[in-house]
């Protein structure tokens, strides 16, 4: 039986429309299980079994439960990408709309705590082999945030508040699972952090 904490890694080629099929089965299979019971529900074999692939497999795709859960929480950040971009944030500045950007996603984990309690346990888990995953979501959290701010190309200055801003964003997540921070704390903290956002844009020309 494969060990969890294999560090080896599929070759990093597009996937078949078989493949991907297949990789969406499994990241599906680890989100239900993960809604139902948490970081200990979700359980390779069972996540084999629910999504119907051989374990062998499953390992081949994600070789530990944390690269899959972190990959799981890369995969909801796109879904609530997709959801902001059909409904985008009404702020009139770039700091109100990322604060009600992170806001609405802050309330999607909060309809699933169990869910979004193994996804934040996974990223702080997470060991060097899990880069390419955790990467992947810090740049989908970073695309969610740019395109609040309504920008294409930010400046390092922006893109140094955005970081501050993901890692405030992170860092009241883990404090409202937590059971230390209400919902009410963490807006204040997030639209806070945001107006860093007012500091960082480019002077006007004279």
Not at 122 to 127: H, K, N, P, V
């Amino acid at each position: 039986m494969p060990a969890e904490a294999s560090t080896s890694r599929p070759a990093s080629s597009p996937l078949t429309e078989r493949q991907e099929a297949r990789r969406r089965r499994i990241l599906h299979a680890s989100a239900q299980l993960a809604s139902r019971g948490g970081f200990d529900a979700v359980q390779m074999r069972e996540v084999a079994e629910s999504s119907q692939v051989a374990l062998g497999t499953l390992y081949r795709y994600f070789p530990s439960k944390v690269h899959l859960l972190v990959a799981t929480m890369q995969d909801q950040l796109e879904h609530m990408h997709g959801t902001l971009r059909k409904k985008p944030p009404a702020g009139d500045t770039a700091a109100e709309r990322v604060a009600e950007t992170l806001m609405r996603a802050f309330r999607a984990l909060q309809r699933e705590p169990h869910l979004a309690d193994a996804m934040v346990r996974a990223l702080t888990f997470a060991d060097r082999s899990v880069s390419p995953e955790v990467d992947q979501v810090s740049r989908q959290t970073t695309a969610i945030i740019l395109d609040a701010m309504g920008l294409a190309d930010p400046t390092p200055e922006q893109l140094s508040a955005v970081r501050v801003i993901e890692h405030t964003w992170h860092s009241a997540l883990i404090t409202w699972l937590s059971g230390r921070a209400s919902i009410a704390q963490v807006k204040i903290d997030i639209e806070t952090v945001c107006r860093l956002i007012d500091l960082t844009e480019p002077a006007p020309r004279t």
